[in-house]
């Protein structure tokens, strides 16, 4: 059975540091691009950051210059780095990846994966 499990949330200040780190386990043949988004109670779940098997990145325009999304293939992790952080990245943070795995029959099959999600709390 293929998981992911998020590390990392909690409360910090305006303008400090967390670091949030996303592990797949199970039986994984391989794991194409991982992505962090972010939900607010009543809002729909944002990409934050996303980042290919490859490593070539993408961000929202707000976590841009702030936020750092990494990937380490041979332990199956994600992480993203955020700094400068702001009230408004008050949410609750979700991994997602694209996993390949196999069934009980040995046949591989790709399917979307999301963590079940960690807290962060921006505030004074």
């Known amino acids: 059975q293929v998981q992911l499990v998020e590390s990392g949330g909690g409360l910090v200040q305006p303008g400090g540091s967390l670091r949030l780190s996303c592990v797949a386990s199970g039986n994984i043949r391989n794991i194409e691009a991982m992505a962090w988004y972010r939900q607010t109670p009543g809002e729909q779940r944002d990409l934050v950051a996303r980042?290919?098997?490859?490593?070539?990145?993408e961000y929202r325009d707000s976590a841009k210059g702030r936020f750092t999304i990494s990937r380490d293939n041979a332990n199956n992790t994600v992480y993203l780095q955020m700094g400068g952080l702001r009230p408004e990245d008050t949410a609750k943070y979700y991994c997602?990846?694209?996993?390949?795995?196999?069934?009980?029959?040995?046949?591989?099959?790709?399917?979307?994966?999301w963590g079940q999600g960690t807290q962060v709390t921006v505030a004074a």
């Open positions: 980042i290919t098997r490859d490593g070539v990145t």
């Open positions: 997602y990846a694209d996993i390949s795995f196999f069934l009980w029959n040995w046949r591989p099959v790709t399917n979307p994966f």
